[in-house]
């Protein structure tokens, strides 16, 4: 199939479709007429890193797992999608704090008072973490 009809299947856009190409995450044939040849197993490809996608990886994380994850034991799995959970984690307690700072903002501003309240300090010197890269 070509990728009109690969787009219609994955629920993808064209665009999409060819920037998973240029990223390396999906390989076509390619006809002697220079069409880029799709199949089925493409479909379920798309879907796969769209869910991925969904759950947290990024695109670089699919690309490494892509090949390896069928030859994986089952322990290097849970390893690799524990990894994960971690940074979601770190991800959730950041997200957490800069609520409460948030919050603590707004009841401050409702107040009307002037200056400088605490939490903006304390908000300031709070810093997000990037996981580091593998």
Excluded: C
């Amino acid at each position: 199939m070509r990728i009109g009809e690969l787009a219609r299947r994955a629920g993808l856009s064209r665009d999409t479709i060819r920037f998973y190409e240029k990223a390396g995450l999906l390989s076509p044939r390619v006809s002697p007429n220079g069409y880029r040849l799709f199949d089925a197993s493409h479909v379920d490809l798309l879907r796969s890193i769209r869910i991925a996608q969904v759950l947290g990886f990024t695109l670089a994380e699919i690309k490494r797992s892509m090949g390896r994850w069928e030859t994986m034991t089952s322990a290097a799995r849970a390893r690799f999608l524990e990894d994960k959970l971690a940074v979601i984690d770190e991800r959730m307690r950041e997200l957490e704090a800069m609520r409460a700072h948030l919050v603590e903002k707004v009841a401050w501003i409702r107040s009307e008072k002037k200056g400088v309240p605490e939490a903006l300090d304390a908000a300031a010197s709070v810093r997000r973490r990037t996981p580091p890269r593998r």
